[in-house]
């Protein structure tokens, strides 16, 4: 594909901002309702108009949508609810207009089939107690409109793997644009990221949201996966959250989900680190089902990953399933990484199986 073709379908962005810069009436403000729709890994977004500015999900009331068009409702009973969740800052149209987090809600008023949120809710108010924290390592690939990983040869690959990770230069950084423009937005909408790298791989990157309390994680995690998609679409680059977007020497990408409860960080704490890790161990087949979609072509005991049918913890071990960070062995206190989830895992699933197993003591 040639340059010309690649800007099929933009616009002048310069001449939205003539437009985005209107002044708002005093009395109306945009919310976009954001959720997750029946891939379990895809969002969908629409906006409304309020007439003052939401302080909390609470003031906003519940809306629908047409479930037959995402993959959540039959054509004859097609309206799910939409129940507001969580609210941000939008970096997008500014002042007080809001981005809002929803689950989703069947005609009935029973949960879809993915939304994860509400079991996730009620496992983190039970271990509420013992203050579970959250570090999600969401790694993902910038990819071309054609499908093929953003600046890399056309009808062809980079020099393999090496200068990449962490890369400074114009064929070692591929897309820094969206990163800093995502970390960024992300800050300004009240996303608590930690951090941002270049990966192995070309054109992958890595952001951390955390540490997050409880359902902040999954919320957190969600809007900034959010933020991500709608500013590469704004620079005409797709977001792959595939866990191994290429096959061979390629790095997948995951979602390092680092974890700690209030004891793992005081001292001493590595004793019920590696209790967690024990009832981690046992309930291996359980967690990975709920680690993300494909990730069997990731978890192959290459590239930085254990394999799927083994579990192995270590400290500083990158080919473990549970790592302990170098720091953690030696403060004896602090946290572990869970390296099994996959890029396209939905956190919510992910944090709730992790206190279920950990800390509400859940077996199968
Ligand atoms: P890695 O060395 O695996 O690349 P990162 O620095 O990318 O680790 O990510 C570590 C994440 O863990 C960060 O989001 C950080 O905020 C989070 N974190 C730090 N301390 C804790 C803790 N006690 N509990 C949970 N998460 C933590
Ligand atoms: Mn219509
Ligand atoms: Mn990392
Ligand atoms: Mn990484
Ligand atoms: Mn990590």
């Known amino acids: 594909m040639d340059a010309r073709s690649n800007n099929v379908g933009s616009t002048d962005k310069a001449i939205l901002r003539r437009y985005l810069e209107l002044p708002q009436p005093d009395n109306k403000v945009m919310a976009t309702y954001i959720w997750i729709d029946g891939t379990g890994e895809n969002l969908r977004a629409k906006t409304r108009t309020v007439d003052q500015e939401p302080r909390s999900p609470n003031e906003l009331s519940w809306w629908n949508f047409d479930g037959s068009s995402t993959g959540q409702a039959e054509g004859s009973n097609s309206d799910i609810y939409l129940k507001p969740v969580a609210i941000y800052k939008d970096p997008f149209m500014l002042g007080r207009n809001k981005l809002v987090m929803c689950e989703t809600y069947k005609y009935n008023k029973e949960p879809t089939a993915t939304n994860k949120r509400l079991s996730c809710e009620e496992a983190m108010n039970a271990a509420h107690d013992q203050h579970p924290w959250f570090g999600l390592e969401q790694e993902y690939t910038l990819l071309d409109r054609d499908g093929w990983p953003f600046g890399w040869p056309k009808g062809g690959f980079p020099h393999p793997q090496g200068p990449y990770y962490c890369g400074v230069g114009a064929s070692q950084a591929l897309g820094r644009d969206i990163v800093e423009a995502h970390y960024k937005a992300c800050l300004y909408a009240g996303i608590n990221v930690s951090g941002t790298n270049a990966e192995v791989m070309p054109a992958q990157w890595e952001y951390q949201v955390g540490p997050c309390e409880g359902i902040e994680a999954g919320d957190q995690l969600w809007l900034s996966r959010y933020l991500l998609l709608r500013i590469a679409e704004e620079f005409g680059v797709q977001v792959s959250f595939d866990p191994k977007p290429i096959p061979g020497d390629w790095n997948g990408a995951g979602c390092h989900t680092n974890f700690s409860t209030e004891v793992m960080r005081q001292p001493n704490g590595i004793e019920a680190i590696n209790k ?85 003591g859940e077996k199968d």
Do not use: W
């Not at 960070?325 to 939905?346: F, I, W």
């Open 276 to 360: 967690a890790i024990k009832a981690l161990e046992s309930r291996h087949a359980a967690h990975i089902k709920c680690y993300g979609r494909n990730n069997e072509r990731r978890l192959t005991g290459r590239h930085e990953t254990a394999s799927i049918n083994q579990f192995n913890a270590g400290v500083a071990n990158r080919g473990a399933s549970i790592r302990i960070p170098r720091q953690v062995g030696e403060d004896k206190c602090g946290y572990l990484e869970d390296r099994r989830p996959a890029s396209n895992c939905d956190p919510y699933a992910v944090t709730d199986i992790i206190i279920r197993t950990v800390c509400l």
